[in-house]
């Protein structure tokens, strides 16, 4: 069991770029939930999606941020036109049906905007 | 709206101390609580989770304890160790088990 796997694990991107952020989760969860951790401050929900949909996306930007889980593939968190701003580690999470069993946590997706 | 507190932010202590560590929450009406564990630069890991009916877990040299109505849990580590060195963060989950609060985390140095 390979664990919740998230790539690139560093991405450099300029502003205005797009980044695009993947996580695939581990075998046998149907739910996953990205966070983020901007440099000097907590961890942060920003949206829980189960396969081809959105539960909650209340932690989610408004504006040039997007989460889809398909029902093939990674679940992907998309930020358009990235902004300085943006930069901070980006984390996926998974569980199984169950909630009990807790969260497991991928090893994040640091983004530098330059 | 769940707030998650740790105390203290830093810790340094010399190798072999017993130790404890402090996490507070607002809201009560929690599903589970987990510790994890992050090294710098890396992820979480989880240490342990208790569920909301649960008093206590433990794991090794790790136990936890969690008072729903006072909101607080405490990770208690024994004979700390230099590789216990990083920062612990406690989470509350919210009461449909779908969104975890993180406090701040205590950032632990044990010395040689």
């Known amino acids: 069991n390979a664990g919740v796997m998230q790539n690139p694990r560093h991405l450099v991107r300029r502003r205005g770029q797009e980044a695009r952020l993947r996580c695939s989760p581990m075998?046998?969860?149907?739910?996953v939930y990205w966070y983020r951790q901007l440099p000097e401050e907590g961890l942060k929900f920003m949206v829980y999606l189960q396969k081809e949909n959105i539960i909650d996306e209340s932690g989610m930007p408004k504006e040039r941020f997007s989460a889809e889980f398909p029902k093939e593939g990674p679940s992907i968190l998309r930020i358009q036109q990235v902004v300085r701003g943006d930069s901070a580690a980006y984390f996926c999470?998974?569980?199984?049906?169950?909630?009990?069993?807790?969260?497991?946590f991928g090893s994040g997706t640091r983004l530098t905007v330059v | 709206k769940q707030e998650v507190t740790q105390i203290p932010a830093a810790l340094s202590v010399p190798e072999g101390e017993n130790l404890v560590l402090n996490c507070s929450f607002t809201?009560?009406?929690?599903?589970?609580l987990q510790w994890f564990r992050q090294d710098p630069g890396k992820g979480l890991t989880s240490l342990l989770l208790?569920?909301?009916?649960?008093r206590e877990q433990t794991s090794g040299r790790l136990n936890a304890s969690l008072d729903k109505s006072s909101g607080r849990s405490t990770l208690y580590i024994a004979a700390s160790q230099p590789g216990d060195s990083a920062t612990y963060l406690c989470a509350a989950s919210n009461n449909a088990g779908n969104m975890l609060t993180f406090g701040g985390g205590t950032r632990l140095m044990v010395k040689p």
């Open positions: 075998k046998g969860h149907s739910h």
């Open positions: 999470a998974s569980s199984p049906e169950y909630r009990s069993y807790g969260y497991t």
């Open positions: 208790i569920q909301s009916s649960q």
């Open positions: 809201d009560s009406a929690i599903y589970n």
